[in-house]
């Protein structure tokens, strides 16, 4: 049985459609699909134009700017002037091995590491803001209640025999 090669056409894409609001994978996975990617034994700038592709979006094409730019002998720091502003962790952690040919899983998982840090203190912020705010509508909702259901009938009971004795 004869098969046919169907290369690029073949590959799934992003369906886009009119309207859609662009809605961006949280930084992490980035990091893992482009860390995933360069274990493979992808280089660096096709990494980016990879992951790019399969992220789809303004992020991914800003990214697949970014890969593009690379290959075509751009310096680092004027390639990422293409690139999506929240993948600047991406940015500033791979520099050095890009320049020096340094180890890129351990700046991966650094970053990786400091965007998970970032993203608990940011999620502990933000409850900490919620519990203040909440302090007053708990507030006006229980002391009402608690006038009414606890202090009202102890002040009747203890002053019904008054009331009655008179």
């Known amino acids: 049985m004869k098969t046919k090669y169907l290369g690029a056409a073949s590959r799934p894409r992003a369906i886009t459609h009119a309207g859609k609001v662009d809605t961006p994978l949280p930084v992490p996975l980035i990091l893992q699909l482009i860390s995933s990617a360069l274990s493979s034994g992808a280089a660096l700038p096709k990494t980016f134009i990879v992951v790019g592709q399969s992220i789809g979006g303004t992020e991914g094409a800003q990214l697949n700017s970014v890969g593009r730019a690379l290959l075509l002998g751009a310096h680092w720091d004027n390639a990422w002037e293409l690139g999506p502003p929240r993948l600047e962790i991406l940015h500033q952690s791979l520099a050095h091995s890009w320049e020096f040919g340094a180890p890129v899983a351990i700046a991966l998982e650094r ?11 940011r999620a502990r912020q933000s409850s900490a803001r919620l519990s203040v705010r909440l302090v007053l509508p708990l507030g006006l909702c229980f002391l009402p209640a608690f006038v009414f259901l606890g202090v ?15």
């Open 111 to 121: 970053a990786s590491v400091l965007q998970q840090q970032e993203a608990g203190s």
């Open 152 to 166: 009202i009938p102890l002040i009747v009971q203890f002053a019904r025999p008054i009331l009655i004795g008179s």
